[in-house]
């Protein structure tokens, strides 16, 4: 999946789309909180309840279901299309769709671990590939962030998404109540988990701090599996990371069909669905009739997992991963992790493009 930046610069771009220029202070967390859907789950690693469960559970299954229930929340209620309760549900409608779109893209270039000797050289590449792609896409998709040049201090200095994310030491009530009513009508076992509002509130604060860790000072030399999370400073010139060359790849999911498409292309194609998605959406949190031929969110989204687009693949009938070609991805990370990074690297900035 991609990473929490990316995730952030969607949805930011999602309601620009939209026609949506501003927010209200809590509307406006709801943008970024929503963003990152249900990866919050999966950050929850200190707090306890913890709702790391909640995390695999529905990226694997019903994602379709809890945002057509989280829109069913707001209209029962008269949320609407500015209420931190609508932009939050649209936001998070945004996840599930750049998660299915990028996932493959991240499979295929990064390889994952399945047993065999061969893909221990892809352990922790996954999520460096990731925060690579976050690096990139704040470097082209941000033109008032045109100083972006990870410090020492600040890896993704002025783009600070730790504080867009941060609402307080508590998730917004509006928020947590949305994502838990959802999640209490979508899946029987949550249902009946007295502690699920807290594991959200855990989710959340475990989140917060993770968030604030990634862009806070670093030592030159940390374990590589720590280093795949942060965003790389400095990064060799002649790996494709984004595929600029149009190289041929695979959805690992899907066996036929070959895909030369770049991570901007990637990025415009997750966008437009997303636009396509969520227009009729905010139409009808803004009190209009729902549009003739309007697909409905479930039929729409779909309750399939989110590591690809590709239908039929869930929580019961998992695809099975074929396809990857791996870039380089370990051996770069293993010198980020020594900070041995040679000279001739190239600063972010500098290889993206700004
Ligand atoms: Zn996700």
Known sequence: MPSHISHSLLAEKLFESLGVKEFSPQARHAVYIG????????????????????????????????????????????????????????????????????????????????????????????????????????????????????????????????????????MPHALRETLEFALKQSYSRMSRDEQLGARIQNAYADSCGFYHYCEGPRSPRIPCQWAALLHPKK????????????????????????????????????????????RPVRDILAGGDPPKNYPGLPAELGDHGLRSDVPGQDMDSPCTLKHRDPLPLKAVLEQIAAGTCPSHWKAADELFGI
């Not at 984004?242 to 190289?247: A, C």
């Not at 036929?256 to 437009?272: C, N, Q, Y």
Request: with cysteine.
């Open 35 to 170: 963003a990152q859907g249900p990866d919050i789950f999966y950050h929850n690693r200190r707090s306890s309840p913890s709702g790391l469960l909640a995390g695999s559970v529905i990226h694997r299954k019903g994602f379709g279901s809890v945002s057509a229930r989280m829109l069913e929340h707001c209209l029962l209620n008269g949320f609407d299309h500015n209420s931190p309760q609508g932009v939050y549900t649209l936001a998070f409608i945004s996840h599930g769709i750049m998660d299915r779109v990028f996932h493959p893209y991240i499979n295929y270039f990064a390889g994952w671990v399945d047993g065999s000797a061969e893909s221990e050289n892809y352990r922790f590449c996954h999520p460096f590939l990731e925060r690579i792609l976050d690096g990139a896409l704040a470097c082209t998709l941000c033109p008032d962030n045109t100083d972006y040049s990870p410090g020492d201090d600040q890896p993704l200095n002025n783009y600070s998404f730790a504080d867009k994310f941060d609402a307080g030491s508590e």
């Open 235 to 278: 990064l060799p010139a002649d790996i494709d990371f984004l595929n600029l060359k149009g190289t041929q790849w695979f959805d690992p999911c899907d066996q036929d069909k070959a895909h030369s498409w770049s991570v901007h292309k990637l990025f415009s194609r997750a966008l437009e669905q997303a636009t396509r998605i969520c």
